[in-house]
């Protein structure tokens, strides 16, 4: 029984690591609505971007994010990404922390709509790769309004959006935490991949096992038990 136990206890920990460590593949379809604007990151580009919504496939699902990753250049598709607390993105060499999370979650409270218009989306955008870049991303021309938004956090007293972040591979992006009702840790809704549910069937199986194996070695003993209890009258 005690085996048994600690069999369960070891399998349970390997779905639950297994279910935390999955990665899944990131589509970038294009930024609509959106606008050409120029920006420059120390030691990586300077030039035109496009900045605005953009539109994702997260594991099969539809989605509107932004980046948070003005280090890296995007691509159109790629598996590795995992979703990570907002704070805890982007990689390398990008910065974030809980302040920094929670002034972009205040600016999607505040700016976004499936519906803003394309420099609304240019100016949120903007204003979230100021957050995450700092000193090293600086805005040449037109800004769309994001220094006015990034003002307006000094002000707003309202509930910030629940987020999460997608890291991998190619851009960080932010996208809506369990459609922007759970909490940042949660991801959105998606499917699970295979992995996990092998180690659910697995799990069931074990336990069906489990279960078969004690209920047939319980029975025998009791025969063996009986047999032995009969010779010895």
Avoid at 26 to 46: D, H, K, M, N, R
Wanted: neutral net charge; proline residues 6%; contains cysteine.
């Amino acid at each position: 029984m005690i085996r048994t136990v600690r069999f369960l206890a070891v399998l349970l920990s390997l779905i639950a690591a297994t279910s935390q460590g999955n990665t899944f593949t990131v589509q970038e379809l294009g930024i609509s609505p959106g606008v050409v604007a120029t920006i420059s990151v120390t030691g990586f580009y300077t030039g035109n971007v496009y900045a605005g919504i953009n539109k994702l496939i997260v594991n099969g699902v539809a989605m509107d994010g932004f980046c948070i990753d003005p280090f890296h250049f995007s691509l159109s598709s790629s598996p590795g990404y995992q979703f990570l607390p907002l704070a805890s993105a982007p990689k390398p060499p990008g910065t974030m922390n809980s302040t920094q999370a929670t002034e972009i979650s205040d600016l999607w409270a505040m700016h976004y709509s499936p519906t803003m218009s394309a420099n609304n989306a240019a100016g949120l955008q903007i204003a979230i790769w100021e957050i995450v870049g700092g000193n090293k991303l600086s805005v040449l021309g037109n800004d769309y309004g994001a220094s006015t938004m990034l003002a307006q956090l000094n002000s707003f007293t309202g509930k910030g959006a629940k987020l999460i972040a997608v890291s991998g591979p190619g851009q960080d992006y932010v996208v809506p935490s369990s459609s922007g009702t759970g909490g940042e840790n949660n991801p959105p809704g998606v499917p699970e991949n295979g992995s996990t549910f092998g180690f659910l069937a697995l799990a069931a199986f074990a336990l069906g096992f489990t279960h078969t194996f004690g209920s047939s070695f319980a029975a025998s003993s009791r025969r063996a038990l009986s047999r032995i209890a009969i010779r010895r009258s």
